[in-house]
């Protein structure tokens, strides 16, 4: 019998909101939205690669492609970082606690 992970999301967009979300140059290549709409940050992670933020600093505001929904509009090619978050998990708690969700 195997064991599965319970899917949990409540399509609240907390995790598009309540933490900073890093597209890489990989990323772009797959979307090139995330180019003309994140800002640039050069030496990502002290790199000499670059990447592109989709907050605005001081990430007080959502991702820029998270629509009033709460649906993602690049969800196909959307940045590797999000496609790795798990629904149901201890960050997706955390900004669910942070927005008062749930």
Partial sequence: MSQEKEY???ECGACCGCFPIFA???DVV????IKEKGIRVENFLRTDRVAYRMHPLPFLEACAFLKEDKLCRIYETRPEVCR?????SE???????RLGIG
């Fill in 24 to 26: 890489t140059e990989d």
């Fill in 84 to 88: 790795k978050f798990e629904p149901g």
């Fill in 8 to 10: 949990d999301c409540m």
């Fill in 30 to 33: 797959l979307e090139p939205q």
């Fill in 91 to 97: 960050q997706c708690i955390e900004a669910r606690h």
